[in-house]
C-alpha cells in the first residue's frame, strides 16, 4: 500500500505560480515511478507530467510543456509539480499519482494508488 497526500494548492492569478507537493507513506518512494493528474469540473481527468524512479526521465503534456516541472527528492519521499504562468486554463483538482511496476505512464490507469487531490484555482 501506498499512502500520497497532496499539498500546496490555492487561488492564483493568472500568470503567476504554484508549487504542489506530494508525500508518498509506505513504500520508498525510489522504487515508484509518480505522475500528476488534473480534473477540471465536467472533464476526464488528464496526464500533465510524469517522473521517472530516479528522477532521470519526465514527461509533459503537451500543453504544460514548458511552464510545468516536475521533480522528486527521493530523501523526503516527496514528488514537486512547479507550475509557472498558470492560465484561467490550469483550474482543476491536481492529484499525484503512484506507478508500482513499469516505466512512465500517462493514462490514469497506468497508476495503482492516488492522492485525495489539491485544488489549483487561477483567476482571469
Known amino acids: 500500500q501506498v499512502q500520497l497526500v497532496e499539498s500546496g494548492g490555492g487561488l492564483v492569478q493568472a500568470g503567476g505560480s504554484l508549487r504542489l507537493s506530494c508525500v508518498a507513506s509506505?513504500?520508498?518512494?525510489?522504487?515508484?515511478?509518480m505522475g500528476w493528474f488534473r480534473q477540471a469540473p465536467g472533464k476526464e481527468r488528464e496526464f500533465v507530467a510524469a517522473?521517472?524512479?530516479?528522477?532521470?526521465?519526465?514527461y509533459y503534456a503537451d500543453s504544460v510543456k514548458g511552464r510545468f516541472t516536475i521533480s522528486r527528492d527521493n530523501a523526503k519521499n516527496t514528488v514537486y509539480l512547479q507550475m509557472n504562468s498558470l492560465n484561467p486554463e490550469a483550474t482543476a483538482v491536481y492529484y499525484c499519482a503512484a506507478r508500482i511496476i513499469g516505466f512512465i505512464g500517462t493514462t490514469p490507469n497506468d497508476y495503482n494508488y492516488w492522492g485525495q487531490g489539491t485544488q489549483v484555482t487561477v483567476s482571469s
Open positions: 509506505g513504500r520508498t518512494l525510489s522504487s515508484i515511478a
Open positions: 517522473i521517472t524512479r530516479t528522477g532521470i526521465t519526465t
